[in-house]
Antibody
Framework: EVKLVESGGGLVQPGGSLRLSCVAS????????MTWVRQAPGKGLEWVSF????????YYGDSVKGRFTISRDNAQNSLYLQMNSLRVEDTAVYFC???????????WGQGTLVTVSS | QSALTQPASVSGSPGQSITISCTGT?????????VSWYQEYPGKAPKLLIY???NRPSGVSNRFSGSKSGNTASLTISGLQAEDEADYYC??????????FGGGTKLTVL
């Protein structure tokens, strides 16, 4: 069974940093590209970042470019999102998502809540 | 990147068919086959319903179907059931190597 478990969310002040982790199991993690998607409370989905399975292709959404860094450790079956210079508008549930093929996001974690507030 | 345009809400009676539209531009929906649809229940993770415009993952009911014409993609749900009441989102790859979602559509089964 494919399982994605996010952690690292919490309350942080504006301007602060947080590192999200996602541990994968039930599949060969190193063979799949991964994506982060977020959802602000009561709002719609927003694509955040993509990393290819061999780490040589990385993309970011405009709202996080220059502040967030996606990475992965295939030996640890883990995906990360380093979030710096956090803003109130970054408050959201962050989902770790497996990509079966280009844009085919077929497995989602349950999400971790990030709250940016003073 | 502006979100794709979806109706905020749609409704239908059990057994009926409904269609949710997703309008973008030639730089996203109109320019690529990488349009997907997701179903989301409150407090749950989204579920993939349709990928590459028309393809259905295994396990997804054939009551769900996707199509595209120009810059507008559509999700059709036939034989509406009470359990279909949820939020629906479209997504598309874009020419800027990013992905964009629609604003979401709340489906009410009357």
């Amino acid at each position: 069974e494919v399982k994605l478990v996010e952690s690292g969310g919490g309350l942080v002040q504006p301007g602060g940093s947080l590192r999200l982790s996602c541990v994968a199991s039930g599949f060969t993690f190193s063979s799949y590209s991964m994506t982060w998607v977020r959802q602000a409370p009561g709002k719609g989905l927003e694509w955040v970042s993509f990393i290819s399975y061999e780490t040589n292709t990385i993309y970011y959404g405009d709202s996080v470019k220059g502040r967030f860094t996606i990475s992965r450790d295939n030996a640890q079956n883990s995906l990360y999102l380093q979030m710096n210079s956090l803003r109130v508008e970054d408050t959201a549930v962050y989902f770790c998502v497996r990509e079966a093929s280009w844009g085919r996001w077929n497995s989602w974690g349950q999400g971790t809540l990030v709250t940016v507030s003073s | 990147q502006s979100a794709l345009t979806q109706p905020a809400s749609v409704s239908g009676s059990p057994g009926q068919s409904i269609t949710i539209s997703c309008t973008g531009t030639s730089s996203d929906v109109g320019g690529y086959k990488y349009v997907s649809w997701y179903q989301e229940y409150p407090g749950k993770a989204p579920k993939l319903l349709i990928y590459e415009v028309t393809n259905r993952p295994s396990g997804v009911s054939n009551r769900f179907s996707g199509s595209k014409s120009g810059n507008t993609a559509s999700l059709t749900i036939s034989g509406l059931q009470a359990e279909d009441e949820a939020d629906y989102y479209c997504s598309s790859y874009t020419s800027r190597n990013t992905w964009v979602f629609g604003g979401g559509t709340k489906l009410t089964v009357l």
